[in-house]
């Protein structure tokens, strides 16, 4: 057993408890927030920070904490030769990767796709059933961002089914299949990428996948490694958290008609709830950082090689920044400064297309459906890592 003399142990070993999030995690968070908001898991060994102004000055201090060893908790202990993802680096690194592959998310190539995504949007809005209940997890919020994806990979759209296949087995506790499955799938996602990396190199195409291959400010461009580490992250995490974000936050809407009715009244509402939605389901639930070097946070003294639990699903909630209505769905939060998307270097790349496509979703389903109502009940992941949503039958009513 470990240290139980630190402080939160008893709470901290909740958050290694996956019963907690296949339910509502909340409640510990808020107990963290109150009265351990850094505590220490003691069988795991690392620190949680619960709060706001932690999680922010965590994520925003890479001199101090580290993402080179790890981000997940399972991967505590674990050195890597060179780094899986873009997201285990640290300065300078990971400034030449975001220099490198930012100009292919730039604002105005997000905007030039909301056509096809509005496109991919309405088709599958329209085979939403009516007046009884539909799972839209896989309805619409499964197949939607991978299609997006596969456009911009400049890949068949007809792949998504295998996509989604290869994205579940990256996240630890999406599914419960066998490892050997697990790792048979994402050595079929490394060598599909590599492959893609491979062509656009040698012809390069109009897609998003050809504006990285190509780019070389300064004479320095992605290997072809390099290159396919990214596409993975994009792959996972450019549609796990989308998905989640759709599915958590439409179910969420159906058992909160008020903030629908708003909604319905005022499209001009809907940014606002997209952001809203992203506090709410926070689709990226924490991310490992590791201390440096001996500091200390809220008074708690933290020693070099330490790991730090990033919490933003409960920064998320936190009283002191969002005041007393932080347990409840507003769709017009003004401000709302959720930690969704992180903070700091690390700040996600993908945020301006995950509101697109949030942001499209929803204003096709408002136009289209007077209600939305729970259609039975939510059954959500146990994964510590991406609040997912596995069904979530709802009732559309014109």
Request: aromatic share 8%.
């Amino acid at each position: 057993m470990g240290d139980r003399s630190r402080p939160g142990g008893d709470l901290a070993a909740g958050l290694t408890d996956p019963s907690v999030y296949a339910d509502d995690p909340h409640g510990l968070y808020a107990r963290l927030r109150a009265e351990a908001p850094v505590a220490w898991h003691p069988d795991a060994g690392f620190w949680a920070v619960s709060t706001h102004a932690e999680v922010q000055a965590v994520g925003t201090d890479p001199t101090t904490f580290s993402s080179a060893s790890g981000i997940l908790v399972d991967e505590i202990g674990t050195h890597y030769a060179s780094p899986p993802t873009m997201m285990h680096t640290d300065p300078p690194l990971h400034t030449r990767y975001r220099r490198l592959v930012q100009p292919g998310f730039k604002p105005s190539i997000v905007r030039g796709l909301e056509r096809s995504i509005r496109s991919k949007a309405q088709a599958l809005v329209d085979t939403l059933a009516v007046g009884k209940p539909v799972d839209v997890v896989p309805a619409l919020c499964v197949p939607f961002p991978l299609q997006v994806i596969c456009e911009l990979l400049g890949v068949d759209g007809d792949q998504w089914p295998t996509f989604y296949q290869w994205s579940e087995a990256a996240i630890p506790g999406a599914t419960e299949w066998p490892e050997q499955r697990k790792e048979e799938l994402l050595a079929q996602m490394w060598s599909f990428l590599v492959g893609v990396a491979s062509e656009r190199r040698a012809a390069p195409r109009d897609d998003v996948v050809s504006a990285l291959a190509t780019a070389a400010p300064g004479g320095d461009r992605l290997s072809d490694d390099e290159l396919a580490m990214f596409l993975i992250q994009l792959l996972v995490a450019g549609n796990e958290t989308t998905r989640n974000l759709l599915a958590g936050g439409l179910a969420a809407l159906s058992q909160a008609p008020e903030q629908w009715s708003r909604l319905r009244r005022d499209h001009s509402r809907v940014p606002a709830a997209v952001e809203e939605l992203l506090r709410w389901t926070t689709p990226v639930i924490s991310f490992l950082r590791t201390a440096r070097r001996d500091t200390i946070l809220a008074g708690q003294p933290i020693a070099a090689g330490e790991p730090v639990l990033m919490i933003y699903a409960s920064a998320n909630r936190d009283e002191m920044v969002f005041g007393p209505t932080s347990d409840r769905l507003d769709v017009g939060r003004d401000p709302n400064p959720h930690l969704s998307f992180g903070f700091g270097p690390h700040f996600c790349l993908g945020a301006a297309l995950a509101r697109l496509e949030a942001r499209v979703v929803l204003e096709e389903i408002i136009d289209r459906f007077s209600t939305v109502e729970p259609g039975g009940p939510v059954e959500r992941a146990s994964s510590s890592v991406i609040a997912g949503v596995r069904h979530a039958p709802l009732i559309f009513s014109h």
